[in-house]
């Protein structure tokens, strides 16, 4: 029986300003993934590989995203799920055509959107029935901040917090990725994703409020950016970022967003003022674009880990990213920008047919 499907995973911004690790908001840029299930069709071919999956790749990082079952992290992803769930491999004749319009190591989640399409790949192969709040499960072992998972998964503006975990459960979830992704034994399953990992809510965001993404044409891995990182705070930092944090999230769901509000709750002294190092012009960018200087800017921050820059504006919207294109290109930093809106849906998963 051949079965087709068709998953559709949104970008995220993270952090937008003080919510760091905590709020994340999904952007309309996807990950789409085709799936075909034909063991006529592509049964010999997917024979070669030894899950049965033969992966073809379009769009942002042709070059760098591996097509191997076994090194692709969305299919890595998508074999731990079925792993956990005593399912070995994909079925015989699995073809993954994936289409990618979120540029790769940049602040806009692409790591997010890999994990998310892989869990529901495998929860549309195994026929699982996983709600999104199970596959989070899933999705929260591997990426353990919840901020772009959260958002990309459920859609729109998003705040999240992971629930403390018992010993047993703390060694399930902190084990190493590669035994978790790459396990050398695949005769072996995994323990399964312990329930409930996180919790979130959906936030009201006005539809006057559009996403300026500028990008630049350099990448930053998360990794990278998080090692920058202090290991303690100031409690005065944290205090400062709890009080905008409080105040941005229910100023921007407002009927008239106020910049009087947006910008000031948009600042942030835990991760922005560290990632400078990274991602030159940063603190340029972050301070001397306001809405005085733009009318129609609401607040600017560092998108996800970086190096992408995140405006949020009602008006003027050329006028803001050129304008941060051009303070890039003082720094010899070329970029690109996109006018972006949030993915109510979040991810989706459309079957096609059942032949
Ligand atoms: N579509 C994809 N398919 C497979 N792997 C991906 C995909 N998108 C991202 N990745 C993986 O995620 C990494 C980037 O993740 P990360 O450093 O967290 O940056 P980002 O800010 O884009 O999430 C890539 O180097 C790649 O390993
Ligand atoms: N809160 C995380 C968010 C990382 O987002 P990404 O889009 O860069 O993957 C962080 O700031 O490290």
Known sequence: MAKEFVIKVPASSANIGPGFDVLGISLNLYLTVTVKIDPVAFGEESRKDPNNCIIVYEGEGIEQV???SDENLMVQMALFVLRSNKVRTFPLGTRVSVHNQVPLGRGLGSSGTAV??????????????????RCLDYCLMVERHPDNITAT??????????????????????QPLNHLLSPEDTSVFPTDAPLNLGT??????????KCIAVIPQFEVSTKLSRSVLPKSYKISDVVFNLQRLAVLTAAVGSENPSS??????????LHQPYRTVLIPGLSSIVSEFTPETHPGLLGICLSGAGPTILCLATDNFDKIATD?????NKENIECRWL?????????TMEEMSKL
Do not use: C
């Open 260 to 269: 009087d509000l947006i910008y000031p709750a948009m600042q942030d002294k």
């Open 324 to 328: 941060v294109v051009a303070r890039f």
């Open 66 to 68: 591996s097509l191997r």
């Open 116 to 133: 998310v399409a892989g869990v529901l790949l495998a929860n549309a192969v195994g026929e699982f029935g996983f709600s999104k709040q």
């Open 200 to 209: 979130h809510v959906q936030y009201s965001w006005s539809p006057k409020i």
């Open 153 to 174: 998964m459920m859609g729109g503006f998003v705040g999240s917090f992971l629930r403390k975990l018992s010993a047993s459960e703390f060694e399930t979830v902190h």
């Open 339 to 347: 006018l972006l809106e949030p993915a109510y849906d979040g991810a």
